[in-house]
C-alpha cells in the first residue's frame, strides 16, 4: 500500500526520461505524490494499492516536467529598451557604449537601486517565465560589479527563490565585465572579483556556481582560469559564458574545469566540443541572444548530436542582448534558428537543463525519487510547445507537488 498525500491521474506524461518512447510518453497515466516527491508513476491501469489524500483530475492533459531555464540575467536595475531604438535607427552599439549606453548602464542603474526595487522588477519579468511552465531558474550576478551590488544581487536572487514560486539557482558572474572604475586596470579589479568579492558572496551562502565570460571583449583564458582556481578551491562548480563572438577556445577551458556548462559556444571548435563530451559538460543554447544580435554564425548542432553533449536550452534574459521572457518562446526560436528537433528542444528546457545546474538528481524529468515539479499543458501533443510563438498553452503548475 503507497500513500500519498496527491494522486495526479486523466493525464498524459511527458516523463523526458531517455532510452523509451518519444518524450517518455505514457499516454494515460498516473502519479502518486507524498512530501513532495514522486513515490509512483505509470500506467493508469497499472497503479498499486494506494491511499491518497486527494485526486487531482487532469481531463486528459499532457504534464512535462516544470521548465528549466539554466541561464538567466533575471536581476538588473534600469531598462535599455532606448538602446534598442537607437540600433534599429542604424547607430552602433559601439557608439552606445562610448555614450554611457550599454553595460555601463545597466552597471550604473543596478547600483543604483535598492534590493527591493531590483526584487520588484525581476518578479515582473519572472510572470513571464512562470506563465511559460519555468519552474526552476538560475539567476546570474554580473550587474554589480563592485562587492556590495554584486552581493546585492545575489540576495535579492535568494529571496526570488524564497517568495517567487520557484527554485532558484545563483551564479556569480563578476568577469563579466570590467566596471568603469577599473578600465585602466584591469589586474586590480581581477583580484578584486577572484579574492575579495567572490569569497565576500561564498561566506554569506550566496553562490551556487561560479560563471565567467571568455572573450576578447571581455575576459581571457588566464584571468578566468583564476576565478576557476578559486571557485575550485572553495567547493564550487563553474559554468563559462564561451565562444559566443569568436572561437577563443572557451569550449575546452570549460571542460578543463568539468564545467557544468559551456554556454552560447556559437563559435566552438571541433576540438573544443569533443573535450565537452569527455568532461560531461553541456552545451547551453541561447537563441534569444542570436536572434537579438542578428548573428549568422549557428551553435555546432550536428557536432554535438556525433559527440554526444547533451544541449540545453534557456532564454539568456537580459537588458541587453536577449530581453527574453518566455520559455515557450525560446523553444520555438531553439527549432527554427538551430534545428532542434521539438523533442530537443524540449529535452533541453528539462533534464538537460538540470545536468546544467547540477540538480538532475531532484528535478528535470517525471521519476520516482524526484521532486514533484511539474507544468500541465492544454495542448494535444508536445510539440506544440516549441510549435505556437505566444499562444497561451499552460494550464497549471505543481511546485514540490504543491498546485500554484
Not at 520559455?327 to 537543463?353: I, S, Y
Request: with cysteine; net charge negative; aromatic share 6%.
Amino acid at each position: 500500500m503507497i500513500e500519498a498525500d496527491l494522486l495526479i491521474t486523466e493525464c498524459r506524461l511527458a516523463t523526458m526520461t531517455e532510452g523509451g518512447a518519444p518524450y517518455g510518453a505514457i499516454e494515460d497515466g498516473a502519479i502518486l505524490i507524498r512530501d513532495g516527491v514522486i513515490v509512483w508513476i505509470g500506467a493508469r491501469h497499472d497503479l498499486p494499492d494506494y491511499t491518497a489524500v486527494r485526486t487531482d483530475r487532469l481531463e486528459g492533459r499532457w504534464v512535462t516536467p516544470g521548465l528549466i531555464d539554466c541561464h538567466t540575467h533575471l536581476v538588473f536595475g534600469g531598462d535599455r529598451s532606448g538602446e534598442f531604438e537607437q540600433r534599429l535607427e542604424g547607430v552602433s552599439y559601439e557608439d552606445i557604449a562610448r555614450s554611457g549606453g550599454g553595460i555601463v548602464s545597466s552597471v550604473r542603474a543596478t547600483r543604483e537601486e535598492s534590493e527591493d526595487q531590483l526584487f520588484a522588477s525581476a518578479m515582473k519579468r519572472l510572470l513571464g517565465l512562470k506563465d511559460t511552465g519555468v519552474t526552476t531558474v538560475e539567476i546570474k550576478s554580473g550587474y554589480g560589479l563592485e562587492r556590495d551590488s554584486e552581493l546585492k544581487m545575489l540576495r535579492v536572487a535568494r529571496r526570488i527563490g524564497r517568495e517567487g514560486g520557484v527554485r532558484v539557482r545563483t551564479s556569480y558572474l563578476g568577469l563579466h565585465a570590467l566596471p568603469p572604475e577599473h578600465k585602466s586596470d584591469r589586474v586590480a579589479y581581477v583580484d578584486k572579483a577572484v579574492d575579495d568579492i567572490l569569497p565576500a558572496a561564498h561566506a554569506e551562502g550566496l553562490v551556487d556556481a561560479v560563471d565567467a565570460y571568455c572573450e576578447p571583449i571581455a575576459f581571457s583564458v588566464d584571468e578566468v582560469s583564476r576565478l576557476f582556481d578559486k571557485a575550485k578551491s572553495l567547493g564550487l562548480p563553474v559554468k563559462l559564458h564561451a565562444d559566443q563572438l569568436s572561437d577563443s577556445d572557451g569550449a575546452a577551458l570549460a571542460a578543463r574545469y568539468g564545467a557544468l556548462s559551456a554556454d552560447h559556444i556559437e563559435y566552438a571548435n571541433a576540438a573544443g566540443i569533443r573535450a565537452m563530451a569527455d568532461a560531461g559538460t553541456v552545451g547551453v543554447l541561447l537563441p534569444g541572444a542570436f536572434l537579438m544580435l542578428r548573428e549568422t554564425k549557428t551553435p555546432p548542432v550536428e557536432l554535438m548530436r556525433r559527440h554526444g553533449v547533451r544541449m540545453a536550452v534557456a532564454t539568456d534574459c537580459n537588458p541587453g542582448t536577449s530581453p527574453v521572457a518566455s520559455m515557450t518562446a525560446t523553444l520555438n526560436l531553439a527549432c527554427v534558428q538551430f534545428r532542434l528537433t521539438p523533442e530537443e528542444a524540449l529535452a533541453g528546457a528539462t533534464r538537460n537543463a538540470a545536468h546544467a545546474l547540477g540538480i538532475n538528481d531532484d528535478v528535470g524529468t517525471i521519476e520516482v525519487g524526484k521532486r514533484a515539479d511539474l507544468a500541465v499543458w492544454d495542448i494535444q501533443r508536445p510539440a506544440e510547445l516549441s510549435y505556437w510563438l505566444g499562444a497561451p498553452l499552460l494550464a497549471v503548475v505543481y511546485v514540490n507537488g504543491v498546485l500554484l
